[in-house]
């Protein structure tokens, strides 16, 4: 039997920006995706932290260094720039791998600083 356990976390970034007239997905600095264990491509889900939204869509790699959170297409909807996020990842697991999982987690600062990242 599998079951479902935290991965990876972004903790407490901000919505730098949102683009209705794109595709889809959230692009994300790529530092970020990295440190997060990440990949792009991978479905995630971002916690509104602000106005309590939760969706679902896809990360996509942002430039290096730019700290962006950058929400697109209809889940632009659902943010703000200035929001507060937090994104996560899961991952199935069976009875053994559980027994030595620690999720991933970056903690976020104002200004999208790093404050610390880790298992």
Not at 22 to 34: A, H, K, P, Q
Not at 58 to 73: M, P, Q, T
Not at 86 to 105: C, D, G, L, R, S
Request: aromatic share 8%; proline share 1%; net charge negative.
């Amino acid at each position: 039997m599998l079951f479902e356990f935290l991965h990876s976390k972004i903790h407490r970034a901000t919505i730098t920006d949102s683009n209705l007239n794109y595709v889809g997905s959230i692009t994300i600095d790529e530092e970020f995706l990295e440190k997060a264990n990440i990949r792009e491509w991978e479905k995630v889900e971002i916690l509104d932290i602000n106005n309590g939204e939760r969706f679902q869509t896809y990360a996509l790699k942002g430039e290096r260094g730019s700290k962006c959170f950058c929400v697109n297409g209809a889940a632009a909807r659902k943010v703000q720039a200035g929001d507060k996020i937090i994104i996560v990842t899961y991952a199935q697991m069976n009875e053994e791998e559980i027994k030595a999982h620690k999720p991933t987690i970056v903690q976020v600062g104002e200004g999208n600083e790093i404050i610390s990242y880790g298992k």
